[in-house]
């Protein structure tokens, strides 16, 4: 009877043992235990472990974030001359009401939907919210469901336009008092891409530009649209003759591909130009916050520095030549 006890104590011993070492968590530490039991366990639970990610935040990916396939539309400043012969019918408002002036239908509404526009004599003319008017009343034509033309009147929200400061804004400004930059800014759906992001699109490298340099892919994102929602990104054009040469030369027409922050597009951050908060017009919290409640994006501010070219080239870098008077 001794000669069991004895071998069950040594039993249950050896098998506590085996237990205790089988049960303990996972540890990149030295194993405290030096016993043979332990020193043939824990080996192997310590090789399979998980590596300890390094302390600190993880350096930038060079390749970017890929962001899949986007819908590539063009956007670019209405031009009164190109509608010739129209008769003055529709108003134009201002933040405060007032009539910033009379226009045709047409050139009307091509600045409602470009959200620019540069009068006959020279004014330009910038989206800066809604509701600045009596409502405007809209005549359709729509089909009803045995498909037959129907008019149809609808009462619409009136939009206000803001006069800008053409040695500030040449060509126009997006969300947040951002400079329009031709070739260079690209609108989005900002809850997707914050404002100031650098994306890469690869469908545009090679794209030559009005000044004889091809393009190399890289753009901001600095404005947005009622319309553009999701995986769309508008791309901002002079004018409506560049952007027919200019969707000319893509590969892939209306379908690209967009990587954000590449390393190799970092330098396009300075496109997100913008001039000091007292110096940019407010405008609609629709359109972004009003510019001078709005603190700057992350990254370098480039608020004091020279602005970038408006037309801008293929260089590495943006040109900090002095600040053009627009295009006639």
């Not at 600045?132 to 045995?146: K, S, Y």
């Not at 031709?182 to 994306?199: C, E, G, H, K, W």
């Not at 690869?202 to 753009?219: A, F, K, N």
């Not at 409506?240 to 990587?259: D, G, K, M, N, Y």
């Amino acid at each position: 009877m001794s000669l069991w006890r004895s071998f069950a104590r040594r039993l249950a011993s050896t098998s506590l043992l085996g237990v205790a070492v089988a049960a303990s968590p996972v540890s990149a530490d030295p194993p405290s235990v030096t016993s043979a039991a332990t020193a043939a366990v824990a080996p192997a639970a310590i090789t399979t472990s998980a590596p300890v990610p390094p302390s600190g935040p993880a350096a930038p990916d060079p390749a970017g974030e890929a962001l899949g396939d986007f819908r590539m539309t063009f956007y670019w400043v209405a031009d009164e001359k190109e509608y010739p012969g129209e008769r003055p019918v529709e108003r134009i408002h201002g933040r405060d009401g007032d009539v910033l002036g009379t226009f045709g239908e047409r050139f009307a509404r091509a600045l409602r939907m470009e959200g620019t526009g540069r009068t006959a004599g020279g004014t330009l003319l910038n989206w800066a919210g809604r509701h600045c008017g009596p409502p405007r009343r809209v005549v359709e034509r729509v089909r009803d469901r045995r498909g037959r033309l129907r008019r149809q009147v609808r009462m619409e929200p009136t939009s206000c336009f803001v006069a800008l400061d053409p040695t500030r804004y040449p060509f126009g400004m997006g969300v947040q008092g951002y400079r329009l930059i031709p070739y260079r800014t690209v609108a989005v759906d900002l809850s997707r891409i914050p404002p100031a992001t650098p994306l890469f699109v690869p469908e545009m490298v090679g794209v030559r530009l009005p000044d004889g340099t091809r393009h190399d892919g890289c753009v901001v994102a600095v404005d947005t649209g009622g319309g553009i929602r999701g995986a769309r990104l508008d791309f901002f054009v002079p004018t409506q003759a560049e952007f027919r040469e200019a969707f000319r030369q893509l590969p892939r027409r209306s379908q690209i591909t967009v990587v954000r922050e590449p390393a190799r597009c970092a330098y396009a951050r300075a496109y997100a130009w913008r001039p000091p908060a007292a110096e940019r017009p407010v405008i609609d919290p629709a359109h972004g916050e009003p510019v001078d409640a709005v603190a700057s994006p992350p990254g370098p501010s480039v608020e004091s520095s020279p602005a970038p070219s408006p037309v801008a080239s293929a260089a590495p870098e943006p040109s900090p030549a002095a600040t053009p008077t627009p295009a006639p």
